[in-house]
């Protein structure tokens, strides 16, 4: 009986074994055990975007008992065909494969010049890009404080109010908190302020809103006093 030489024993065994499969991408709140494609608030409208990826044992009760998971930032390769790149965002493997799905993993942009779509080669936009990592990174590991947070609010009334409209703040807090909990609400931010810039504010993107008279400042006072009315109702 003839024995198979050790080296092509391995090339059968190199060829068979299955890959690390990717998570599935996904689109809407980022959950455990995939990778969802998020636009950020600043680039609502645009095809600019990163991804995130929860590890598989991620949820909120864990995270608020002090369950702690690594977290990896990445920078995929430039487009190079010859190598199979394609320099999107949705090609990056390495955080996956150094993890094995247990870090929450973050793979960023290259903000392309006209700030309308992710760039495929170089760096796009430096200035962009590098404005794009400070500003997105904190904010994802500050959404996974954040869960934490929500937790010790114990039933106490949440109003939430956003100026881009959008299913994401819904979608972050439906899983965390019974809906009787909290409030969202959208606010049109030029119908009440009018056009930008103006003498209230340089963009939607303000506190200032509430200084003005209007349908949606009056909605949240009477969000405000039926708060005060219930707090005063209960026993000290």
Known sequence: MRSTPLAAL???????????????????????????AVTAPEYAGTQVHHLVALPSDWNPQARAQGKRWPVIVEYTGNLHPASGSTGEVEGAALGHGLSRGHAIWIVLPYVAADRRRNEVTW??????????????????????????RLKRLQGRPLLV???????????????????????????????????????????????????????????????????LADTNKKPR
């Open 10 to 36: 391995l090339l059968t065994v190199f060829a068979t074994a299955a890959d690390l499969p990717l998570p599935p991408l996904t689109t809407g709140q980022p959950a455990a055990g995939k990778r969802v």
């Open 161 to 227: 109010t956003q100026g881009i409209a959008g299913t994401g703040t819904r979608e972050f807090l439906t899983p965390l908190l019974p809906p009787s909990a909290w409030t969202c609400r959208d606010i049109d931010m030029v119908a009440v302020c009018g056009a930008f810039p103006n003498p209230t504010a340089k963009d939607p993107h303000n506190d200032r809103w509430l200084l003005r008279d209007s349908p949606a400042g009056e909605e949240v006072r009477r969000w405000w006093a039926q708060v």
């Open 123 to 148: 760096w796009g936009d430096v200035a962009a890009t590098v404005a794009y990592a400070k500003q997105q990174v904190p904010r994802i590991c500050y959404r996974e404080e954040s869960a934490a």
